[in-house]
Structures are given as structure tokens and as C-alpha cells.
């Protein structure tokens, strides 16, 4: 099989596996125990944050550590908002191409909590201008949430930017970093972020862990209530495998980053300009270089990408119409909507992100099969 969907989720590293072992059978310990097996788990877990953070450029105790993205974007987004409404500050200012994790978690403050909302546009390329979100920010905006990559187009926020104008406005502004973890820089001090929001099973960790960094300083009402764990940030005993897991595989993606990221958009040019090549009616959906290093999203006109994706599984090659959550459903993506595709079009979004796992000879077997495959449903 030839996997290209490396949006979606990664194969968990061996080495990352190796790192998780000792904690689910030997050092099981619970880390708030006193005795040896729990300080044991302690120091793991200690010595997890501390890297994270260093990798983060924080401080360890910046570092929550969650269950998953979804998480992180909920304690970030609720935490922050609810905490700021109490002094009747109540307005968000985000964008329509958020994942649903924030998309939801916004229209729920909305919806249960009196908050309003502005969602900035983006343009064509699903790119935000930075002015758009500095023109939206009122005396009573509570926070800023714009994704630092997009999942389905795979383009790259002016984080930074967006940052420095939030912070000139004394608003906080959290990232969703979900999709950016494995292959951007993730220093929060250069993002000038607040917040940021990571998934393990993104960068070739665990499924089910995830991190927040929090400022110091920020107000965060907490999600659940319970024991002292995470500074009362988040209640419940520490995954410490799972944690141990997604540092590993943090420090490892860092490691790769600067030849993974080179090796990746060649891969992802030789597939692009070999698509376009081949087949006609074709458009390449995302900004054309501010995009994710193995991510190549496309729109194939006259077709529905659903009728693709049974064709390349049957061709042994693993594919998404968008994003996995919506890939049950051929509903346009509210993605490609928002920046300004019709719904009809959309349905013809077929989206490959290539990994660690991929080579020149898998681009070239994509760029065989998929030509006929697309010949055959266009009814040609
Ligand atoms: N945010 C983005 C941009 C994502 O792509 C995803 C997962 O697809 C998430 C958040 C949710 O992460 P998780 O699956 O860990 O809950």
C-alpha cells in the first residue's frame, strides 16, 4: 500500500514505541505517587515537559499535556474565552477554514455563552491578511484563533505577523499547530502565540495525546474539574507512555525537520507539475509555495473526488477528499467555500500529503494510475 494521507494521522516511529514500553509494564507507576515506582513516573513525565518545552522555546511549566488536538483547541479556546467573559469580554475573531475543533468550540461559546464572533476571509489561496484580523479587533475581544497550517490545502499562516498585531492590542491569540508539528518551526516566542495546540499522531506519535502551551500569565478557566494534575490546568493522571511517546516524536521531527521539509516539497513539485501534465481541467487548491512541505491538494473539475478515492484504493494507494472527519459524506468542503469555490467544484477535491514513508517511485505510481482512474469517472 502507498500511503498518502499523511493529514490524516502517521505510522507511530519504532522508535517512539520503544521510548512508550517501559511505562505501560515496569514504570506504571502513578506520577502524584510518593514511593519510588511513582517518582519514577514523575521524572518522566518532568523530563518530557522540560523537553517539550525547550523544543517549544518556553518553559516547562507553559506546557499542558491533553488527550488530543481536540482538546487542546477546546482548553484553549473555552479556557481563555470563558475566563475573559467574566470581565465581559465575549468577542472571538477566528477564520471559516478553522477545523471543526474550533470552528464547533467558537460557535458553542456562541451559542451557550452569548459570545460573538468574526470570522475574517480568507483569499482564493486560503491564505488570512493579517490587516483583515487587526480591522476586527474590538475593546471586548477576548482572543484571536488562526490554524498555523490548514489541514485540507495545506497553507501556512503569517502566524507571526497575525501575533505581533495581537499582541499590540493586548488580545491573546492561540494557534492550532495541529498539522504544522511535524514539519514547522514551533517557537512560540518567535510566533509571538499564546496559545498553540499540537497532536502526537500527527508527527509520527500516539493517537489519543496531545499538548497546549499556555503563556504564563494567560487566564485559563479549566475545562473539567478534578484532581491537581497539569496545574489544575487539566484534571485527570498524566498518559505518561503517551507522553513520553509524543516527546520522542516531537524531538525526532525536529531532528528531521530541515531534510524532511527539502525532501518533501521535491516530491510534492514532481506530483503537482506531474498531475498537471497528465491530466486536464486540474487545479492545484492551497497557496502555490506558503504550503505544507508534502502536501498536494487539487481539484479535479467534472469529477467527485469520492469516485477517486475507491479508484486509487483499488490501485493499493491510501488518499482523502479533504478532510478525513468529512470524508464520509460528499458535502462541499467548508474550506474550499470559504475561499470561493463553488460547492459543485469543491466535490472534485482530492487531497495527497505525503510522509516519511514516501519515495519518487510512489509519486510515479500516483502519477500512472491516477490518470485513468480520473479518465474512467469523467466517463472518457
Ligand atoms: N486541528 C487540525 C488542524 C487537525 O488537522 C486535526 C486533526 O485532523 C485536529 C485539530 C484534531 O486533532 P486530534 O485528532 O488529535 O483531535
Known sequence: MIYMDHSATTPVDPEV???????????????????????RAAAALQSSRETAARLLHCEPSEIVFTSCGTESDNLAIRGVVLAAAAKGRRHVITTPIEHPAVLHTVADLVERFDCEVTHVPVDRAGMVDPRTIEAAIRPDTALISVMMANNEVGTVEPIAEIGAIARRHGVPFHTDAVQAGAYLPLDVQALNVDLLALSAHKFHGPKGVGLLYVRKGLRLMPAQTGGSQERAR???????P??????????????????????????????IEGVLERIPDVEVTGHRTERLPGHASLIIYGVEAQSL????????????????????????????????????????????????????????????????????????
Open 234 to 240: 487539566r484534571a485527570g493522571t498524566e498518559n505518561v
Open 17 to 39: 514505541v520503544a521510548a512508550m514500553s517501559p511505562y505501560w509494564t515496569e514504570l506504571y507507576g502513578n506520577p502524584s505517587s510518593l514511593y519510588g515506582l511513582g517518582r
Open 309 to 380: 478515492l475507491i479508484g486509487l484504493d483499488l490501485a493499493g494507494i491510501a488518499a482523502s477528499s479533504g478532510s478525513a472527519c468529512a470524508s464520509g459524506a460528499p458535502t462541499p468542503s467548508g474550506v474550499l467555500r470559504a475561499m470561493g469555490y463553488a460547492p459543485n467544484d469543491a466535490l472534485g477535491a482530492l487531497r495527497l500529503t505525503l510522509g516519511r514513508s514516501n519515495t519518487e517511485s510512489d509519486v510515479d505510481t500516483l502519477l500512472d494510475e491516477l490518470p485513468p482512474i480520473v479518465k474512467r469517472v469523467r466517463g472518457g
Open 242 to 271: 503517551y507522553i513520553v511517546g509524543m516527546v520522542r516524536a516531537l524531538e525526532l521531527a525536529d531532528a528531521r525537520r530541515p531534510s524532511e521539509t527539502e525532501r518533501l516539497i521535491a516530491l510534492r513539485e514532481r506530483l
